[in-house]
């Protein structure tokens, strides 16, 4: 079935590129980076997670529309003087740029301070943050960032905002959120029978050994093929009919 699989990812990365125009490079640009040898400074550590954050409940379209303005309210994510930003004026600025979520922007900017404050911690344990990401699996690396028993615990981030925090520094690893648990699972793909987090992770880390396709260009096959502003094929409402991958689906509508 491996062979059946690349097959697919293939199909769906031709199907996005004749179909889909404005896809955003910037996880595989990453990946490519560190690949070719680049050290991520603490400046880009904050600034993929806080963008990580950000687009946790919102479209990252309007994220990547607002990116410049963003970056300018964030002070290029220069650490010391973003602790001492007041949370109120980012989270006032955040909402007039329409990139604020009433479920997660404030917990988000009350607690950024206290989340530079364990970066930093992690810095001086590890030497670099890159040396902490890289000093064990991504695996277990998310464990650290989003367990609640573990010292170096983000406030307010799960394995899912974790795992896209890691991809937006070049780690390969795939973000488990609702697109690509809803693909993936029993019901469509079948790629990944569980809904367990850690799971699809493994399963993911698993596939891409075989078929030889890096986990974050398969999520970013997945996910373009569903998410909302880009393919919009495989989405809660499937487009079946359209479909150009259904024969590997269980839902053939």
Known sequence: MSDGYKKMFETLNQYL?????D???TIINAINDRKNGKKFSFQEHLKGFIYAQLSALVSWKIIKEHQTELNALF????KDRLKEIAPETLIEKIRELKCYS????????????????????????YGSLDSFITHDTPSNIVKLLADSKSIYKLKY???????EYLRNVGIDIIKPDAHIKRISGIKRLNLVPSKSEYKIIDEFKRLSDEIGISQVKMDYLLWNYCAKGYGEI????????????????????
């Open 17 to 21: 590129k004749d179909n889909v125009e």
């Open 75 to 78: 002070n290029d994510f220069e």
């Open 157 to 163: 981030t799960g394995v899912a905002l974790a795992c």
């Open 102 to 125: 009433p479920y997660t922007t404030k917990n988000q900017m009350n607690s950024l301070k206290a989340n530079i404050e364990t970066f930093e911690k992690i810095e001086n344990d």
């Open 23 to 25: 896809i955003d490079q």
């Open 234 to 253: 495989c989405t809660a409402t499937p487009k079946c009919r359209e479909c150009v991958i259904k024969r590997y689906c269980n839902q053939r509508g």
